[in-house]
């Protein structure tokens, strides 16, 4: 039988490798404009946390945050994909990806009678939404005089957004925020939902084994 901390590696292994496939691909994110793009590569961080732990989910966030931070030098697909050259925009919301998806997880699996996967669904929309406010945090923090012209440009068809920086940013990114949230969740969800089915399936064949 596979030991605890074994199983771990192999999850981060798998999932970091995930991670990297998606990148090298272009799996891993879908552009909707110049000015911004969805991205998917939050679902193996979410599901690594899930999955294997705290731990593992750190290190397959770092390696998301790394892939984003090679993207931005070599192979940008967005007006703001040079701002991600800062760790603070590309490795930092990442790793918030698996805390925050660790404390939900834990923290609900700690309510009486909480299925796993409700925990789970939840534990990975936040993760996802996680991922998106701290994008926003950082680049607004930092770099907030910069965008703002980028994204005010981006909606320039809607006057009554024109001087106002802050809600066009927030704008921008609120539908990306519910899309990847909604992606996490459904994918964890069936993920774990079908780990369950799989676990009772074995459990079963166990019981009729024994039974012979």
């Given at each position: 039988m596979i030991s605890e901390k074994n199983r771990k590696?192999?999850?981060?292994?798998?999932?970091?490798?995930?991670?990297?496939?998606?990148y090298i691909t272009g799996l891993g994110y879908i552009r909707i404009n110049p000015q911004i793009s969805y991205t998917i590569l939050q679902v193996p961080v979410i599901l690594a946390t899930i999955l294997g732990g705290l731990v593992p989910g750190?290190?397959?966030?770092f390696v998301f945050g790394l892939t984003s931070l090679i993207k931005s030098a070599v192979m940008p697909l967005s007006m703001l994909d040079p701002y991600f050259l800062n760790p603070l925009c590309s490795i930092?919301?990442?790793?918030?990806?698996?805390?925050?998806?660790?404390?939900?997880?834990?923290?609900?699996?700690?309510i009486?009678?909480?299925?796993?996967?409700?925990?789970g669904i939840?534990?990975?929309?936040?993760?996802?939404?996680?991922?998106?406010?701290?994008?926003?945090?950082?680049?607004?923090?930092?770099?907030?005089?910069e965008i703002a012209p980028i994204v005010q440009k981006a909606v320039a068809n809607y006057p009554s957004l024109a001087n106002a920086a802050y809600i066009?940013?927030?704008?921008?990114?609120?539908?990306?925020?519910?899309?990847?949230?909604?992606?996490?969740?459904?994918?964890?969800?069936?993920?774990?939902?079908?780990?369950?089915?799989?676990?009772?399936?074995k459990a079963k064949l166990n019981k009729e084994s024994d039974e012979e």
């Open positions: 590696i192999a999850i981060t292994g798998a999932f970091s490798a995930l991670v990297v496939v998606m750190l290190i397959t966030g930092f919301p990442r790793l918030m990806i698996a805390l925050v998806t660790w404390l939900v997880f834990t923290g609900m699996n700690k009486s009678h909480m299925p796993k996967t409700i925990s939840f534990a990975a929309v936040l993760g996802s939404l996680t991922n998106t406010i701290m994008v926003f945090a950082m680049l607004c923090l930092i770099y907030f005089s066009a940013i927030l704008l921008t990114f609120a539908p990306v925020a519910l899309v990847e949230g909604a992606i996490s969740g459904a994918v964890s969800g069936a993920v774990l939902t079908s780990m369950g089915i799989a676990s009772h399936g």
